[in-house]
C-alpha cells in the first residue's frame, strides 16, 4: 500500500539556520508533491507544488526538490525565523492524474529565537 | 478575497446522533474536498467534488457518511449514528479543478462526539 513518511515528528532549529525537513514515500508513483503549512487551529495553506520532472523549485526563502529515483522531497527554509514555526505536511496526489492528495503526519518546526 | 468557510466551527454531539457540517468553498472553484484530520495526523482523504457529483468517494470510512453538493457550491458532511471514534477535524478543500492545482483549505470543523 501507498506510505509517506516525513522525517521527524519534531525539528528545532535556531533562528537564521536553514531548516530541512524530509519526505519519503513508497509504492508511489506520484505525477507532483505539494507542501502545506499548518498552524495550530487552522487548515493547511499551501507553499509549493513541485512536478515529476522538476528536479528543484524555489519561492522566497524556501526551496523544494523532488527525486523520484530516491523517492524524496526535501523542503528547506533558508534564513528561518520564529514566525516560520508551525507543522509542514507534503502530499502526494494518488498518481494518473488523480485529484485525491495523500498527506504524510506532518513536521512540527520550532525556529528558536 | 473570502477563502473557503467552514460551519460550525466546533459541534459536540452524543453518540447515535446525526450530524451536518457544511462547507462554503471560493467562488468559481469547481472540485471540492473533504478530509478528516485526527490529532498528530495528516489529512485523511474522505470525497473529492467535481461540480455537483461525487468524482471519488473511496475515502468515506462506511455508509454511515455522506456528502452532498446539490448546486456545484456549497457543500454538505453528513454523518449518522455518530460513534466517538468520528470526533476528529473536519477539513474542507477547493481548487480550480485541474489536477495539481493547490486546494485551499477552510479552517475546519471540530467535531466532538460523546
Known amino acids: 500500500s501507498q506510505k509517506i513518511e516525513q522525517n521527524s515528528e519534531a525539528l528545532n532549529i535556531q533562528e537564521g539556520k536553514t531548516a530541512t525537513l524530509t519526505c519519503n514515500y513508497t509504492?508511489?508513483?506520484?505525477?507532483?508533491l505539494q507542501w502545506y503549512r499548518q498552524d495550530p487551529g487552522r487548515g493547511p495553506v499551501f507553499l509549493l507544488l513541485i512536478r515529476e520532472n522538476e528536479k528543484e523549485k524555489r519561492k522566497e526563502r524556501l526551496k523544494v526538490t523532488f527525486d523520484t529515483t530516491l523517492k524524496q522531497s526535501l523542503f528547506h527554509i533558508t534564513a528561518s525565523q520564529p514566525a516560520d514555526s508551525a507543522t509542514y505536511l507534503c502530499?502526494?496526489?494518488?498518481?494518473?492524474?488523480?485529484?485525491?492528495?495523500?498527506f504524510g503526519k506532518g513536521t512540527k518546526l520550532s525556529v528558536i529565537p | 478575497g473570502a477563502g473557503v468557510s467552514q460551519t460550525p466551527s466546533n459541534k459536540v454531539t452524543e453518540k447515535g446522533k446525526y450530524v451536518e457540517l457544511r462547507c462554503d468553498p471560493i467562488?468559481?472553484?469547481?472540485?471540492l474536498y473533504w478530509y478528516r484530520q485526527s490529532l498528530g495526523q495528516g489529512p485523511e482523504f474522505l470525497i473529492y467534488f467535481q461540480g455537483t457529483g461525487a468524482a471519488d468517494d473511496s475515502g468515506l470510512p462506511n455508509d454511515r457518511f455522506f456528502a452532498v453538493r446539490p448546486e456545484g457550491s456549497v457543500s454538505t458532511l453528513k454523518i449518522q449514528r455518530t460513534e466517538r471514534g468520528d470526533s476528529a477535524v473536519y477539513l474542507c478543500?477547493?481548487?480550480?479543478?485541474?489536477?495539481?492545482?493547490?486546494?485551499?483549505f477552510g479552517p475546519g470543523t471540530r467535531l466532538t462526539v460523546l
Open positions: 502530499a502526494l496526489d494518488s498518481g494518473a492524474g488523480s485529484y485525491q492528495l495523500t
Open positions: 478543500a477547493s481548487s480550480l479543478g485541474t489536477s495539481g492545482n493547490e486546494q485551499f
Open positions: 509504492n508511489y508513483s506520484p505525477a507532483y
Open positions: 467562488s468559481g472553484h469547481t472540485a
